[in-house]
């Protein structure tokens, strides 16, 4: 039998409600194996252990008298220390944060409990989603718990590290533009960013509010499509989400694919991809082929516009959104009473160089005089790379693309250059202006065993076809 920590959601609830385990089994099998991966992998910024055990014991209790419960009833996971908790502090990965407590729980975080999942943590990321690698976080650097001495992607590394090594069933991290599907890709598990209004977002801290997404980051497919059912849907709490009904995910798994089409994006398989990952994709699609799929060329035009687009953007939306911590109302609490200064050296000392970097950039941007040339200008870039997606969805089902175009570089190899690591996101940051989902999964490994992700993108709402496509890849790779 398998480590507890190793089961799927779905193994362990079956196991649960057979009372093969219980809930206290489970969960303090992943906390001792947290306590064995964290000194080396350094995924948590929060543990909350003893409460994790108190609700095992609990709902163990319930369960021994048939009481009703929830859907992930004893289920363990972990959330970025980007959504807003009650009991636990909520950091964003950056210093400026240090110590805060929310007077309330995220949305995403409200529906979990209701369903009686255990909380076990919060991890670690990229301060306020600034980064592809976790190396950033005021909080000290996440390991890939494969090869420690490479990155687990970003920002949300820290959820991704944590799910490949067991501390805890599944994750939800939050994709602002790859931030769940690079650290999927590089630590070889299942990440979605959903469609954008799909997942609340009231209660997490914005990086760039029209693109941030909330979503599951799993070991499978399966575990990826229930807990998607679970987090998804309207919100009174958050305008942005729509209320188009919640499909029932995994009744669409077993579908047959026969006659699909898959659209192979052209742009996403030439210069700057390594030779491993464009190898393993070129064997996804026979695999596709296998699965009865006919495989259609795709073009997308305006990509190499999209990069540009997406970053003066999304920067332009942080500056604006990290105006809130002055010290005042978020913030440091540095020691002084005059504002100006109390502004200045809040922000001095609580952002790291990156998050100046982006800011800074992000407020010139929008400054008068460049507002048209460079924030207008990228607004309709992303109108036209929109354009370009829906007509691309006009005859294809869905498109196929590496997740990354590389696998986990080592830890310090792109620090130096903050622009070579903005471009490690090629094929992720046209999915977010947008707004489609996208989906990471495993497609292989390379010649250093690193596992290589491969990307499906849908239609806006289409989750349920990433999921039937992901699936049936996943299941015929396993024969």
């Known amino acids: 039998m398998k480590n507890l920590y190793e089961l799927t959601v779905v193994e362990a609830l079956k196991l649960l409600e057979s009372r093969e385990i219980t ?5 303090t099998s992943c906390l001792n194996r947290i306590e064995e991966m964290e000194p080396t992998i350094n995924a948590f910024i ?14 163990d209790e319930k369960r021994a008298k048939g009481e009703k419960l929830g859907r992930l009833a004893g289920i363990p996971y972990s959330l970025k220390d980007v959504y807003n908790t009650k009991d636990l502090p909520t950091t964003a990965g950056s210093k400026v944060l240090e110590g805060y407590v929310s007077p309330y729980d995220a949305t995403v975080q409200r529906k979990l409990q209701s369903k009686d999942a255990i909380l076990i943590g919060k991890t670690n990321c990229d301060p306020f989603g600034f980064g592809s690698s976790t190396e950033n976080s005021a909080y000290g650097i996440t390991h890939n718990p494969i090869d420690t001495e490479r990155v687990p992607g970003g920002s949300s590394g820290g959820s991704g590290a944590a799910v490949q090594y067991g501390g805890g069933l599944f994750s939800i991290g939050e994709d602002t533009g790859g931030s769940i599907r690079c650290p999927a890709s590089f630590c070889g598990i299942v990440g979605l960013k959903p469609t954008y209004g799909r997942v609340s977002r009231y209660g997490s801290i914005a990086y760039a509010s029209s693109y941030d997404t909330v979503g599951p980051m799993t070991k499978d497919v399966r575990d990826s499509a229930l807990i998607l059912e679970i987090i998804a849907g309207i919100d009174e709490l958050d305008a942005t989400t729509s209320n188009d009904p919640v499909p029932t995910y995994q009744s669409t798994l077993d579908t047959s694919l026969k006659g699909k089409r898959v659209g192979v994006v052209k742009e996403y398989l030439g210069e700057g991809v390594d030779s491993d990952v464009k190898d393993a994709i070129l064997k996804a699609i026979e695999v596709y082929k296998e699965l009865g799929c006919e495989i259609v060329e795709i073009s997308l035009p305006n990509t190499e516009y999209a990069i540009a687009a997406y970053y003066v953007i999304g920067i332009s939306e942080a500056s604006s959104n990290l105006a809130r911590m002055d010290g005042i ?43 048209d040339k460079y924030y207008n200008k990228a607004q309709q870039v992303r109108a036209v790379l929109k354009q370009d997606m829906l007509k691309a969805f006009e005859n294809v089902d869905i498109l196929l693309t590496p997740t990354m175009p590389v696998t986990a570089p080592k830890i310090g190899e792109n620090t130096d250059d903050p622009l070579k690591m903005w471009l490690m996101d090629a094929f992720t940051v046209t999915i977010n202006p947008v707004g489609v989902p996208a989906l990471s999964i495993p497609a292989g490994k390379d010649s250093n065993g690193m596992p290589i992700g491969m990307q499906l993108i849908g239609p806006h709402f289409g989750e349920d076809i990433l999921y039937n496509f992901a699936y049936q890849y996943e299941q015929k790779v396993k024969e």
């Open 23 to 27: 809930s206290f089994e489970l969960v």
């Open 329 to 371: 109302r978020f913030g440091l609490d540095v020691n002084t009473n005059e504002w100006k200064e109390k502004i200045i050296k809040t922000r001095g000392e609580g952002f790291s160089p990156e998050e100046k970097r982006r800011v800074m950039v992000g407020t010139y941007a929008l400054s008068a005089g460049y507002a």
């Open 46 to 59: 929060h543990i909350s252990k003893e409460s994790a055990l108190e609700q095992a014991k609990a709902i």
